[in-house]
């Protein structure tokens, strides 16, 4: 191939992406063998196998290095403050049922202090979609001890080793009340992204967390520096067990990694569906 006919070949390129990315935005920030770029492109490969419309999708994000996924969508998306990204989420839902609302987001924003948020969506099957990616750290931040962070794992503020108990993600989501919950590895591209669809399709509170890599700040510090590594780590930690008592999937420092899809539940009347129901028992009061 001449050099004439290779420059006329990536002239002509279309990017797969073209149109659902904010092309002023990129490059984006995010670190060498991070998953997030991936966990983004799945994110659209998804909306779009759900045929949604680009225009009745909202993506809400709060802080930290997930949080920044929303900026370089191109959908209507919201970068809201730390820990809000979930009641954010709610009040564009509830204004408008038709729409589409994907929260974003890590570990940290929606466990920590957004963790009041996420339990009581729950509870109220709030009628959005939380993808959460964890990467058992804070990773912008410097790498500090947070509430996914395992037991015995080094951090910047953990030298010798977690010693508090973590969060079980998809036992505190299913206890809660979450009707989709389910988990996938960064290594699992095409599980998650037929999770993301399943949960985008359906009404109420679905909730997926994608277990990230994050070599920078979790990596170097627990021997898994390299991008590879940690997916080779999730390739042989893990285990898929479809339907699995979510009390059970918990993630400790020497115990396989169950992902799957945990909880699926049909039929149950959404937060919106009860405001509603309120609604036109009021205007029916008041003829």
Excluded at 85 to 107: C, H, M, N, Q, Y
């Amino acid at each position: 191939m001449s050099e004439e006919e290779e420059f006329q070949l990536i002239e002509s390129d279309v990017h797969p992406l073209d149109g659902y990315l904010r092309e002023g935005r990129i490059p984006h920030i995010f670190c060498p063998a991070c998953s997030l770029g991936s966990v983004m492109n799945i994110i659209v490969e998804a909306i779009k196998e759900a045929k949604l419309e680009n225009k009745k999708v909202s993506v809400v994000s709060g802080i930290g290095c997930t949080g920044r996924i929303s900026g370089y969508l191109n959908y209507d998306s919201f970068h809201t403050t730390h820990g809000r990204a979930i009641p954010f989420a709610i009040g564009l839902g509830v204004t408008d049922p038709e729409r589409k609302v994907i929260v974003i987001s890590g570990d940290g924003d929606l466990f920590a202090i957004g963790g009041n948020h996420f339990i009581h969506a729950a509870r109220r099957n709030a009628d959005i979609t939380v993808i959460c990616v964890n990467n058992f750290n804070y990773g912008m931040t410097g790498g500090q001890v947070g509430p996914t962070s395992y037991k015995g794992q080094y951090q910047s503020t953990a030298p010798y080793g977690a010693v508090e108990e973590p969060f079980n993600l998809p036992d505190l989501a299913a206890s809660c009340g979450a009707v989709y919950v389910a988990r996938w590895s960064a290594l699992d591209v095409r599980r998650m992204k037929d999770s993301f669809t399943e949960a985008l399709l359906k009404k109420g509170f679905t909730f997926v967390e994608v277990l990230g890599s994050c070599p920078t700040t979790f990596g170097r510090r627990n021997q898994l520096a390299e991008g590879k590594k940690i997916l080779e780590y999730f390739h042989e930690k893990s285990e898929i067990q479809h339907g699995a008592d979510t009390k059970t999937v918990g993630i400790s420092k020497d115990s396989k990694i169950i992902v799957g899809k945990f909880i699926d539940i049909e039929d149950k009347p959404t937060l919106t569906d009860n405001l509603m129901a309120v609604q036109r028992m009021s205007k029916a009061k008041g003829k």
